[in-house]
C-alpha cells in the first residue's frame, strides 16, 4: 500500500512537471498540469493556491512573464514557467480568462 502511494505520487509529480501538450499550444491541456495544485480546471476547493480560473489574460501573462524573468518572486512558479513558451502562456491565458 505504501509502495502504491509512494509510486502513484511520483507518477502526479511527472505529470505536473513535464508539460507534455505544450506542443499542442492546447490551453486546456497545458492547463490541466497547473491542476495539482491550482485546482481542476483552474477552480479551488481550498484556499492554498491561488484560483486561475477567471484571471484576466493580460494579468495571467504578465505574472507568468515576471516568474519567468525572476522579477516575481517565488518558491515554485519561477522554475515551472521556464518550461513554457510566449505562445503556450497565451494559450493558457485564454482558457484560464474563459473558465468560470
Ligand atoms: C507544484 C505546485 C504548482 C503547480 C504545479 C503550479 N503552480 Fe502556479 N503557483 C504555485 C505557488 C506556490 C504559487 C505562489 C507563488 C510561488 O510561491 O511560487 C503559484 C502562483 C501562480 C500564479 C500567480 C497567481 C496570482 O494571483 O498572482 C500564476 C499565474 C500561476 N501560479 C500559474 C500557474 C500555471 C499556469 C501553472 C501550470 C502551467 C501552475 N501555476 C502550476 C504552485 C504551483
Same mark, same amino acid.
Given at each position: 500500500m505504501k509502495t502504491l502511494l509512494v509510486s502513484s505520487a511520483l507518477a502526479m509529480l511527472a505529470t505536473l512537471f =513535464?508539460? +507534455?501538450? +505544450?506542443?499542442?499550444?492546447n490551453g486546456a491541456a497545458m492547463a490541466a498540469t497547473c +491542476?495539482?495544485?491550482?485546482? =481542476?480546471h483552474g477552480k479551488l476547493?481550498?484556499?492554498e493556491f491561488v484560483p486561475? +480560473?477567471?484571471?484576466p489574460e493580460a494579468e495571467f501573462i504578465r505574472a507568468m512573464r515576471d516568474y519567468k524573468s525572476g522579477k516575481r518572486q517565488s518558491t515554485l512558479m519561477g522554475n515551472l514557467a521556464q518550461g513554457f513558451s510566449d505562445r503556450d502562456v497565451q494559450a493558457m491565458a485564454r482558457y484560464f480568462a474563459r473558465v468560470k
Open positions: =513535464t508539460p +507534455a501538450h +505544450a506542443s499542442e499550444h +491542476a495539482g495544485c491550482h485546482g =481542476t476547493r481550498n484556499q486561475l +480560473a477567471g484571471m
